[in-house]
Every structure is written in structure tokens, then in C-alpha cells.
């Protein structure tokens, strides 16, 4: 079973291949995620002998991150999906992060700048070898997570460089950096977690395939308020 798995969450993603169990090829982008997609794509499936037509399916991150590279990622495997017939998953961004950390009894906390001075947040923990989610996605401001971590937790993922100093500062030794890590990328993270949902739920049908914003676009809400504006002047 090989797996083509595509992280564009980020301002530098990644592309992933799984044959089975195992992560094959794996290319991170050094600029622009969005300018160098297809051809990270392109370097990966060098490495398969038969190149896009070998492959089974394919996955995708939906979110939450950046608002840009989750549109392109998302419609580069639409139009993949579309050209092969092949399935697809989409895998939250937060989740494949979290997935990063090998097993641990502590829990996990992937944290993702979010701007405007807030993160992209959720908490999972493992089960034996299985990753459970325990809290649901969402955008908060740094002091407000440090409210809500009540035990050591550990914490990865982009958020950590601009407020890895005040976590450490505010929750002490609720804070934890330095767990044991996979050596991969994010797309192969991603990958991994599709696999272990390979048989239990492909999905063919594009219009399921949606992106997981977390909170609405700058363009959203300006164009809310501007209804607003209309419907209370009556025009």
C-alpha cells in the first residue's frame, strides 16, 4: 500500500511517501511552500518506481494553519484525486503533529502561531499505541493555554518559536520540550495516520474535503460585518 502525503499548513511543507510501514522518500520546502509544491511532489515520486500511477491514495492536512497554503494544498490532491480515481484522507494539522511524539504517558499539546497574538491548540494523549484526542481544536491566546494546562503536558509545533520563553516562564515544570520525537515530516506524519485509517473510511467524494479553519478568514469576517452594516441600514 503506498501513500503520497501532503503538508501545506505550514510557510514550509512537506511532501511524504509510505510504502506500507515505512516512509520511503520525504522533501521539505527551503521558500514559499506554495511555489515549490509540485516540484517536491515530483522529487518524492522519483523514488517510486512507476512514479503517481503506483500509488494508492493520498492525504492531505486540512487545518488548522495557514489560511493560503491549506487552500493549495487541498486543491492540488482534489485535482490528483480527480486525475487517478484514487482515495483520499484529510488528516488534522494539530493531530499529525501530535503524532510526531513517539508514545509517552504525558500529554501533548501541539501548539501553531495562529497571529494576532494567538495559537492553534488541542490536547491529546496516548492510549497504549494509539493517539486520542481529548480536546477539541482551537485558537487561544498564549496566558489562556497556560490556564488551561493543569499538569506537565508537552508541548511541539510552530507556536513554539515566538513563545517557547513565555511557556516556560509561566507553567515551570508543567512544561515539557524535550520528549522523544520521530525524525519526520509532517506530510509523513500525516501519511502514517492515514494508513492506520486505510481500510476504516476512504473517501472518494470531493465535496468532503474540506478545510478546518479553526476561526474565520480576515476576508470572512469583513464581509459579515459588511452584511451586517447593510441589513441594520436597510439597504
Not at 512507476?50 to 486543491?75: E, H, I, K, N
Not at 499529525?96 to 511524539?101: D, F, I, S, T
Not at 490536547?123 to 497504549?128: L, R
Request: proline share 5%.
Amino acid at each position: 500500500m503506498i501513500l503520497l502525503g501532503l503538508d501545506a499548513s505550514a510557510p514550509k511543507g512537506s511532501v511524504a511517501l509510505l510504502v506500507d510501514e515505512k516512509i520511503v522518500a520525504e522533501s521539505v520546502s527551503t521558500s514559499t511552500f506554495s511555489d515549490q509544491l509540485l516540484v517536491l511532489m515530483d522529487e518524492v515520486l522519483g523514488k517510486l518506481d512507476g512514479g503517481l500511477a503506483q500509488v494508492d491514495g493520498f492525504c492531505v492536512t486540512t487545518g488548522p494553519g495557514s489560511f493560503t497554503g491549506l487552500r493549495v494544498g487541498v486543491s492540488l490532491i482534489k485535482g490528483l484525486v480527480l486525475a487517478t480515481k484514487k482515495p483520499f484522507w484529510g488528516i488534522n494539522t494539530l493531530e499529525a503533529y501530535a503524532n510526531l511524539v513517539e508514545p509517552v504517558s504525558q500529554p501533548i499539546s501541539p501548539i501553531l502561531d495562529a497571529r494576532k497574538k494567538e495559537v492553534y491548540t488541542a490536547k491529546f494523549k496516548y492510549a497504549g499505541e494509539k493517539l486520542v484526542r481529548e480536546t477539541a481544536d482551537q485558537a487561544v491566546t498564549p496566558q489562556e493555554l497556560c490556564d488551561l494546562t493543569q499538569e506537565p503536558t508537552i508541548f511541539l509545533g510552530g507556536g513554539m518559536v515566538p513563545y517557547k520563553d513565555f511557556f516556560s516562564a509561566r507553567l515551570g515544570n508543567k512544561f515539557i520540550d524535550d520528549a522523544p520525537i520521530k525524525n519526520q515530516t509532517i506530510a509523513a506524519s500525516a501519511a502514517q495516520l492515514a494508513r492506520n485509517q486505510f481500510q476504516a473510511n476512504p473517501g472518494f467524494d470531493l465535496d468532503a474535503l474540506t478545510i478546518h479553519y479553526v476561526r474565520e478568514s480576515e476576508a470572512e469576517r469583513n464581509r459579515k460585518m459588511l452584511n451586517q452594516e447593510v441589513v441594520k441600514h436597510g439597504h
